[in-house]
């Protein structure tokens, strides 16, 4: 999620942290996925290694709602049990990653 709205559609390009992820952070983010698609660690295929200040794959972006727009969408209707706190949410389809992920600066 995000702080703003945008009318952008089209292809999102997804970038790792430059910010290595500590050990607790990984494994916050891990049990999180955990609870949305009620899975153990072990039937989901976590990565290895994070990598960092990379560009990793893409998206493409299909909507931007508001938080209310998404709970009423998805969460009441029970299309999705990934709760989100932010105002603005990116719906995206079409997850590709790239085969050999790109070193980047920034």
Request: glycine share 8%.
């Amino acid at each position: 999620g995000r702080s703003w709205s945008t009318r952008y559609r089209g292809r999102l390009w997804i970038a790792s942290a430059r910010r290595e992820p500590t050990p607790f952070e990984i494994d916050e983010v891990e049990q999180q996925y955990c609870r949305v698609y009620g899975l153990s660690r072990d039937k989901i295929p976590f990565p290895k290694e994070y990598p960092t200040t990379a560009l990793l794959g893409c998206v493409d972006m299909v909507n931007c709602l508001t938080n209310e727009e998404y709970q009423k969408k998805f969460i009441e209707s029970g299309l999705s049990t990934e709760n989100n706190g932010s105002a603005h949410c990116f719906i995206c389809q079409n997850p590709r990653r790239l085969i050999l992920p790109g070193q980047i600066s920034g």
